[in-house]
């Protein structure tokens, strides 16, 4: 049975695509939540890049295969499904024996659906954390074919360019793309409450809900304002970007970076009675 630990506290959640659950598991706790999701998650516009990385794949261009996000992998299945179903046992099959390296447990747990795991996990859910990973390798890398699942479009410049000095080709694919879920006036809002008080936490899950807060309201409104309120991170990834606008994360869970042990790190910050 639930203990109403947040009864009393206000809660912005800008997450989208599991915003119900999110929601649902602050409420239990007697959490107020003001939805307000930033950013919506959509398939890539053209899918035509997509089946071109899909049916390379699955021919067997690729000795690796770096997944940065769960999403992206499913968004793989699904334009699979929707353009081209009888490629899929062929690249699945070629999944299976690629050598797999995640960034985080989220990649990990849509691996495990299709009965998979990492044969290379990142300890730290990070593109640093990844290129830590394969540093003891990189000797090993020259001449390889490393796919790579970007996280979102962003060209992820930093690994791409590790694994071509290290003499790996590279072959990236953007199945998804982030797109504006919420009008600007609203996003304003959600500021114009934050600077009055009124949202006792914001818990961002997401580096592109950072990125359009900041786009929206301007960094140095952002930064003011966030001052004013206890900032939640799910990961490091969010956090840093957090950081490189000069705000400070109050809570972050420990080592699983998902929903529930990030409500609990809200749960054990805003617990204790108002000073």
């Known amino acids: 049975m639930e203990t109403h630990t947040l009864t009393g506290r206000t809660i912005a959640v800008p997450e989208t695509r599991e915003l119900d659950l999110f929601a649902a598991l602050l409420?239990?706790?007697?959490?107020?939540?003001?939805?307000?999701?930033?950013?919506?998650?959509?398939d890539a516009p053209d899918p035509q890049p997509v089946l071109t990385f899909i049916r390379r794949f699955a021919a067997g261009a690729c000795d690796d295969l770096i997944l940065l996000t769960g999403?992206?992998?499913?968004?793989?299945?699904?334009?699979?499904?929707?353009?081209?179903?009888?490629?899929?046992?062929?690249?699945?099959?070629?999944?299976?024996?690629?050598?797999?390296?995640t960034r985080g447990p989220k990649p990990a747990r849509a691996l495990r659906e299709l009965g998979l795991k990492p044969d290379i996990a990142a300890d730290?859910?990070?593109?640093?954390?990844?290129?830590?990973?394969?540093?003891?390798?990189?000797?090993?890398l020259e001449g390889r074919s490393?796919?790579?699942?970007?996280?979102?479009?962003?060209?992820?410049?930093?690994?791409?360019?590790?694994?071509?000095?290290?003499?790996?080709?590279?072959l990236t694919v953007a199945p998804y793309s982030y797109a504006d879920s919420t009008e600007d006036a609203a996003v304003?809002?959600?500021?114009?409450?934050?600077?009055?008080?009124?949202?006792?936490?914001?818990a961002f899950t997401s580096t592109p809900q950072v990125r359009r807060l900041v786009t929206v309201g301007g960094a140095a409104r952002v930064s003011a304002a966030l001052q004013r309120t206890h900032v939640a991170a799910i990961g490091p990834v969010v956090a840093e970007a957090l950081g490189r606008h000069g705000i400070t994360v109050q809570s972050m869970p420990e080592d699983s970076f998902f929903l529930k042990p990030m409500t609990s790190a809200?749960?054990?910050?805003?617990?204790?009675?108002?000073?």
Not at 79 to 99: D, I, M, N, S, T
């Open 71 to 101: 999403e992206g992998l499913r968004r793989l299945l699904s334009c699979l499904a929707q353009h081209e179903p009888g490629l899929e046992p062929a690249f699945l099959e070629q999944l299976a024996k690629v050598r797999k390296i």
């Open 146 to 170: 490393c796919g790579v699942q970007l996280y979102g479009n962003e060209p992820n410049l930093p690994l791409i360019e590790f694994l071509q000095g290290c003499g790996a080709g590279v």
């Open 27 to 42: 409420e239990r706790r007697g959490a107020q939540v003001l939805r307000c999701p930033l950013v919506a998650i959509r």
């Open 188 to 202: 304003l809002e959600l500021l114009a409450r934050i600077e009055s008080g009124g949202i006792d936490a914001i």
């Open 266 to 275: 809200i749960e054990a910050a805003l617990a204790a009675p108002r000073s």
């Open 124 to 140: 730290v859910p990070t593109t640093a954390g990844i290129i830590a990973a394969l540093q003891p390798l990189a000797f090993s």
